[in-house]
C-alpha cells in the first residue's frame, strides 16, 4: 500500500464550482500534514498546512479525520487559476523526511 | 522568484558522461534536499543536508553523488547514468528539517539520459 494515496484525476469543473480532493496515509504515526499546489512545469509550491481542528484560507478548507487516516482539500468558486496538481504531503512522527502523493490534477474551465 | 534557484534547467546527457547540476538558495535556511519526479510518480527524497551534514540517503545509486559545500549551495553531480534516470530534479531548503516546516522548492533541472 502506497504511503500516501490520491485520485490522480484531472477533476474537470467549471468556473464558480466546489471541488474536494481527499488523500489517505497509511501511517497512522503521521504528524504533520500539508496541500502543496505544482503548477504545469513549475516547482510545488505549499498551498496551506491542515490542522486537526481544520483550517480555512479563503476558499480553500483543509481537514483531517485522523481516524480513517485521511486528509481533505475543499476549493469553492473555483477559478481558471486554481487549474494545477494539488499534492497531499504527511511527515511522520518518527523521521522529518515528507512523504508526497503522487497529485491530483485539477482543470477549471470557463 | 529568486528564493532558489537551480542550474540548469535543461541538461540532455549520455550514458557515458559526467555532469553536475547546483542549486542555490537566497532565503538563509540551513537544510537542502535534492527531489526526484517522475512522469506519474510521487517526488522522491534523494539527500537530506543540515547545517551542511548529510542525514539522509535514500537508497539512492551512487552514480548521484551530493555535496553540499555551504549552506546556501547544493550540487548532485552525475555519472554513467541510466535512461530511467531521465526525470525532474527538484531543489529544496527549509528553515530546520522538514518537520512541520515549509520547504521551498527550486524551478528544477529537466534532465534526459540518452
Known amino acids: 500500500r502506497k504511503e500516501v494515496e490520491q485520485d490522480p484525476g484531472p477533476f474537470n469543473v467549471p468556473e464558480g464550482a466546489t471541488v474536494a480532493f481527499n488523500c489517505t496515509y497509511s501511517?497512522?504515526?503521521?504528524?504533520?500534514f500539508f496541500w502543496y499546489r505544482q503548477d504545469c512545469r513549475k516547482e510545488p509550491k505549499l498551498l496551506m498546512s491542515?490542522?486537526?481542528s481544520g483550517n480555512e484560507d479563503g476558499r480553500f478548507t483543509a481537514q483531517l479525520n485522523r481516524a480513517s487516516q485521511y486528509i481533505s482539500l475543499l476549493i469553492r468558486d473555483s477559478k481558471l487559476s486554481d487549474s494545477a496538481t494539488y499534492l497531499c504531503?504527511?511527515?511522520?512522527?518518527?523521521?522529518?523526511?515528507?512523504?508526497f502523493g503522487t497529485g491530483t490534477r485539477l482543470q477549471v474551465f470557463p | 522568484e529568486t528564493g532558489v534557484t537551480q542550474t540548469p534547467r535543461h541538461l540532455v546527457m549520455g550514458m557515458t558522461n559526467k555532469k553536475s547540476l547546483k542549486c542555490e538558495q537566497h532565503?538563509?535556511?540551513?537544510?537542502m534536499y535534492w527531489y526526484k519526479q517522475s512522469a506519474k510518480k510521487p517526488l522522491e527524497l534523494m539527500f537530506v543536508?543540515?547545517?551542511?551534514?548529510?542525514?539522509e540517503n535514500n537508497s539512492v545509486p551512487s552514480r548521484f553523488s551530493p555535496e553540499c559545500p555551504n549552506s546556501s549551495h547544493l550540487f548532485l553531480h552525475l555519472h554513467t547514468l541510466q535512461p530511467e534516470d531521465s526525470a525532474l530534479y527538484l531543489c529544496?531548503?527549509?528553515?530546520?528539517?522538514?518537520?512541520?516546516?515549509?520547504?521551498?522548492f527550486g524551478p528544477g533541472t529537466r534532465l534526459t539520459v540518452l
Open positions: 491542515v490542522y486537526s
Open positions: 501511517n497512522s504515526a503521521s504528524q504533520s
Open positions: 504531503v504527511v511527515r511522520s512522527y518518527n523521521t522529518d523526511k515528507l512523504i
Open positions: 532565503l538563509g535556511h540551513n537544510a
Open positions: 529544496a531548503s527549509s528553515q530546520g528539517l522538514a518537520g512541520g516546516r515549509e520547504q521551498f
Open positions: 543536508y543540515s547545517l551542511e551534514e548529510r542525514v
